[in-house]
């Protein structure tokens, strides 16, 4: 969703840190903080990482307080030192914010529409528009992910069938797949299914796929 916030938005620092293959919530409090990026604290990188995560669902300084220990003062002067350093992000969340109150309605990456009617409604109860606008930022990059998540499992399933694998994918849950790979079949059915993952859906930041193999889902290794 981070890779698809950086995508949305354009905001170079945080595309420079994907395509670095940096942590991106280290490389965030790096940013923020002004420190060296091996000089990150553990939790420097946990403010780092509410913050990411808290504005994609329109978080308020008195949201990051709510999640952290900050006190609502010092959330506020770290969310304007965050927008400081990701302005293209700031200017993505409000630019949608600012056209869905126009028109209505967001859009995913594949144009998929999420209507909001209570935007257009006079006298709107400012509680309900002010969740419209969260849902609002929220929906382009988690629907987006959703888009790109089945392109991903449609290909997979088609590669599967096509390359004669035994192979089949059990689950979704969220941005990850869970296979049932006979043992044999692992070495191309791994690289299967990281290509087709990877290539999913074309982004300026590049999407990455970790893999994990193991007897169960509780015991997963990374596949090297």
Known sequence: ELRLLAHLSGDV??????????DIHASTAAAVFGAPLAAVTYEQRSLAKAIN???????SSYGLAARTDLTVPEADRFITAYFGRFSG???????TIRRANET????????????????????????????????????????????II???????????????????????????LVLEVPE????????????????????DA?????EEAGPNWLEMEPVA
Do not use: C, W
């Open 150 to 176: 089945k392109i991903a499992m449609i290909r997979l399933h088609r590669a599967l069938h096509d390359g004669g694998h035994r192979a089949r994918i059990l689950l979704q849950v969220h941005d990850e």
């Open 53 to 59: 995560f808290g504005l994609m669902y329109g978080m």
């Open 206 to 210: 590049p999407l990455k796929v970790d």
């Open 89 to 95: 992000v700031k200017a993505y969340l409000e630019g």
């Open 184 to 203: 044999p079949e692992m070495p191309a059915v791994t690289g299967l299914v990281r290509d087709t993952m990877e290539n999913a859906y074309r982004l």
């Open 13 to 22: 620092e945080m595309l420079g840190a994907f395509h670095r293959d940096e």
């Open 104 to 147: 209505g309605y967001v859009e995913t990456v594949l144009g998929r529409r999420r209507y909001f009617p209570e935007l257009l409604a006079r006298g709107a109860n400012p509680n309900v528009r002010r969740a419209a606008e969260r849902a609002a930022v929220n929906m382009p990059i988690q629907g987006s992910a959703a888009d």
